[in-house]
Each structure stands twice: as C-alpha cells, then as structure tokens.
C-alpha cells in the first residue's frame, strides 16, 4: 500500500514555471510513477511517466520539451517540473502508481492516487 500526497500546485501567469512534488508513505522504488491531469469538464489524461529506476521517461505530446519528470528514491518522492506553462495547462494534477515496469499511459493501469493539486495558468 502507498500513499501519494502532491503539492505545489498554485497559480501562475503563462510561461512561468512551476514544480510538483509528489510524497509517498512507502518505498516506491519498485513502482512506476505517473502524473495525470484532469481539466473542468474533462477526462483525466496522461502527462507523464517515468520508470522504477528513473533510467525511463514517457511524456504526452502536449508537454514534451516543456514537462520533465524526476524521481528521488531515497526521498520517496516524484517531481514534475513545468515550463512554459499555457492556459491549456490549467488541471489538477494527479501522482500515480503502478507496480509494473512499463510506462503505461491509461489511468486504469495505476493501483495508487493522490487527491490531486490545482494548477492555474492565466494570459
């Protein structure tokens, strides 16, 4: 069991930056960690993933070159740096887990969620 608790979620005008953090209670070493974001009115959807050993990265084609995910075993913790936000990148965002090797991108591969950190970009 794991539990995910993200932060740094706030609001910024477009093209700045922002990090997310994404605290587990466990060891996650072994999981694959995801980020996913859920725009009013919308889907949740991919944004990131990255692997156990952090030696892989899958992005969505919406954020590749401006989102870089990063991992931190020894801390636990998973981060999601953001530049050149746009308004399109306003959501909650989400930390997920999953105990497979691969860099899945539905949401329903994943067994573990944090509740979610709202990002606001505004024009």
């Known amino acids: 069991q794991v539990e995910l608790v993200e932060s740094g979620g706030r609001s910024v005008q477009a093209g700045n930056s922002l990090r997310l953090s994404c605290a587990a209670s466990?060891?996650?070493?072994?999981?694959?960690m995801g980020w996913f974001r859920q725009a009013p009115g919308k889907e949740r959807d991919f944004v990131a993933a990255?692997?156990?050993?952090?030696?892989?990265?899958n992005y969505a084609d919406s954020v590749k070159g401006r989102f870089t995910v990063s991992r931190d075993n020894a801390k636990n913790t998973v981060y999601l740096q953001m530049n050149s936000l746009k308004p399109e990148d306003t959501a909650v965002y989400y930390c997920?887990?999953?105990?497979?090797?691969?860099?899945?991108?539905?949401?329903?591969?994943?067994?573990?969620w944090g509740q979610g950190t709202q990002v606001t970009v505004s024009s």
């Open positions: 466990g060891r996650i070493s072994s999981y694959t």
């Open positions: 997920a887990a999953r105990g497979g090797l691969l860099l899945k991108v539905r949401e329903t591969e994943y067994d573990y």
């Open positions: 990255i692997h156990s050993s952090g030696a892989r990265t």
